[in-house]
C-alpha cells in the first residue's frame, strides 16, 4: 500500500519558518516527480512547487519564488518544503503528491498519490 504522509505543519507567525516533510512508504519513487499543493478554506487546491525525478529542475508557483525550497532524500524516500518568511496568506492545508514524471506537473491530475495534508497556519 503506498502512503505519503506529510509532517512539520503548525503555527507560526509571520516572518518565520517551517520545514514540512513527505516520507513515502510502500514502493520507491524513482522516475516520479515529487509536489507541493495547499488549500485554504473555500478556494481550489493549488500548484506550489515541483521537483522533477529527471535533471532534478525547480518550479515553484510565483507567490513562494524566493522563500520556499523543495528538496528530496531519494535514501529516505522523503520529500522536503522548506518555508521562510512565511505570510498570512500562506496559510492553507498542504499536501504533498506524486506522480509520474513528465514535463508539466502544476496541474493535480498529473499526481497518481496524495498525502492526507498538513495544517499550517501563519499569524500576523
Known amino acids: 500500500q503506498v502512503q505519503l504522509v506529510e509532517s512539520g505543519g503548525g503555527l507560526v507567525q509571520a516572518g518565520g519558518s517551517l520545514r514540512l516533510s513527505c516520507a513515502a512508504s510502500g514502493r520507491t519513487f524513482s522516475s516520479y516527480a515529487m509536489g507541493w499543493f495547499r488549500q485554504a478554506p473555500g478556494k481550489e487546491r493549488e500548484f506550489v512547487a515541483v521537483?522533477?525525478?529527471?535533471?532534478?529542475?525547480?518550479y515553484y508557483v510565483d507567490s513562494v519564488k524566493g522563500r520556499f525550497t523543495i528538496s528530496r532524500d531519494n535514501a529516505k524516500n522523503t520529500v522536503y518544503l522548506q518555508m521562510n518568511s512565511l505570510k498570512p496568506k500562506d496559510t492553507a492545508v498542504y499536501y504533498c503528491?506524486?506522480?509520474?514524471?513528465?514535463?508539466?506537473?502544476?496541474?493535480?491530475?498529473?499526481?497518481?498519490?496524495w498525502g492526507q495534508g498538513t495544517q499550517v497556519t501563519v499569524s500576523s
Open positions: 503528491a506524486a506522480g509520474r514524471d513528465d514535463y508539466s506537473m502544476f496541474a493535480t491530475n498529473k499526481y497518481d498519490y
Open positions: 521537483l522533477h525525478w529527471s535533471g532534478g529542475m525547480t
